[in-house]
């Protein structure tokens, strides 16, 4: 019997007829070769974060799971270079070690270094790129499998490191790191029209903000992280299991299960969410970065240009109301500087990120859909890590080079080895 695949949200699965374990470029290499040779296709799988079917693989299936390790440095400029299979929370350990950090993080960290920036992960920060914004080099296995070594200077890399897994197999990836820094926290609740009213304040004046609406109330749960040179001072043991194990997860977790059996109850059930009350305190970045995530849920995302982010919110709320949709997830707000990769949904423009979510197993379907309509007036992007429905023709609309992205894949994957039936939706064939 073939062994079955599935992602952390279980939305996505796949029986590969082979499950290929590489322990180095020369074998990610090898099997590639081989399947190109044999017309079959080949897709990669990391920590299985990503809720599309980037990774689904119904031929071969590449697991980076044996190629977790540090391969040098930092070195004096802050650079290091890893295996493409090791987990963000891997890295940061490891880094810390070594007194450097990632400049910054999305709220998760248990991906692979690989996906993360495949996909386009984010984090928060006006100022600040995202994750693939903070790579200099990386190494991947073409479609024909041949090793293809790209450098900071090459404008290649513009290209491949946001590729959504269409451009080949990255195997080895090098990152400027930062020295070790603390980030003082404040987290509170703030009601919503207060936060849309101050945005610019509260954008502006954080080094990293970000805020969390709770459907069907008036309140937003703010989180305003800032540099520090203050000296450590983490939450208690008792109150941070009490906060961000208990409350954030096992009693948010019993919310959502509750109100997927009675979907009536979620309004007034959602009342209860902002009375956490306000915390503050100091850690190291990359403890304060990443959060525990117990309850499976779905999620999409969208990028919109930075000066549409009240308007796109006010639109939410909105349509939760005349459709009388029951959300039991808070809907999340971050923000980042514009770049210059190719595929970022950053592109070229400083970007509001809104992201809605439904408990795993709850019918997501019209509340998404209604929320991708209001993102399409805005032109937004889908985060590529996330769920959405766009198309080649929509997709091609949406980001200047897209016609020379799909050049570069025809030129790295002439044969479409990595081909699957997500990138004919995005890439077409």
């Known amino acids: 019997m073939r062994k079955r695949w599935s992602n952390w949200a279980g939305n996505q699965r796949a029986t590969p007829q082979n499950w290929v374990k590489p322990r180095n470029l020369q074998e990610i290499a090898t099997a590639v070769g081989e399947a190109s040779a044999q017309g079959r296709k080949v897709k990669v799988i990391g920590s299985g974060h990503s809720f599309t079917g980037a990774a689904v693989a119904q031929d071969v299936l590449v697991d980076l ?46 991906q692979t270094v690989s996906g993360a920036i495949s996909t386009g992960t984010h984090g928060t920060g006006v100022h600040i790129g995202g994750l693939a914004q903070q790579v200099v080099g990386l190494t991947l296995v073409d479609g024909t499998g041949n090793i293809v070594e790209i450098r900071e200077s090459d404008d290649l890399l513009r290209f491949a490191r946001v590729g959504v897994g269409a451009l080949g197999v990255i195997g080895e990836i090098k990152i400027r790191t930062v020295p070790k820094f603390a980030l003082h926290v404040e987290e509170k609740p703030m009601r919503l029209s207060y936060v849309l009213d101050n945005l610019e304040d509260l954008v502006d004046r954080n080094n990293h903000f970000e805020f969390f609406w709770i459907p069907h109330t008036k309140w937003a749960l703010t989180k305003q992280n800032n540099r520090t040179d203050l000296p450590l001072q983490p939450i208690p043991r008792v109150k941070n299991w009490w906060q961000k194990s208990f409350l954030e997860n096992t009693a948010f977790g019993m919310v959502c299960r509750l109100g997927k059996l009675f979907p009536s109850l979620i309004p007034k059930l959602a009342t209860a969410l902002p009375g956490s009350g306000s915390t503050s305190y100091v850690d190291d970045s990359f403890r304060v970065f990443a959060s525990e ?43 980042t500087a514009s770049d210059d990769n190719v595929l970022s949904t950053a592109h070229a423009r400083q970007s509001t990120y809104i992201a809605v979510h439904m408990f795993k197993g709850s019918d997501y379907g019209p509340y998404f859909a209604s929320v991708a309509e209001i993102m399409a007036k805005y032109e937004g992007r889908p985060h590529w890590g996330k769920m959405h429905f766009l198309t080649n023709e929509q997709l091609s609309r949406l980001y200047p080079q897209w016609t020379e992205f799909l050049e570069v894949r025809d030129r790295l994957d002439p044969h479409r080895t990595f081909h699957n039936e997500y990138l004919g939706q995005v890439f077409g064939e």
């Open 65 to 110: 799971s044996l190629m977790t390790g540090v391969i040098s440095g930092p070195d004096a400029d802050g650079v290091v270079e890893v295996e493409a299979g090791i987990t963000l929370s891997a890295l940061n350990e490891y880094l810390f070690l070594q007194g450097r950090a990632l400049q910054n993080l999305g709220d998760i960290s248990y």
């Open 293 to 335: 995530r117990k309850v499976k849920f779905v999620e999409m995302e969208y990028a919109i240009p930075h000066e549409h982010c009240r308007s796109a919110l006010e639109d939410i709320e909105r349509v939760i109301a005349e459709k009388s949709y029951k959300v039991s997830f808070p809907v999340e707000v971050r923000f």
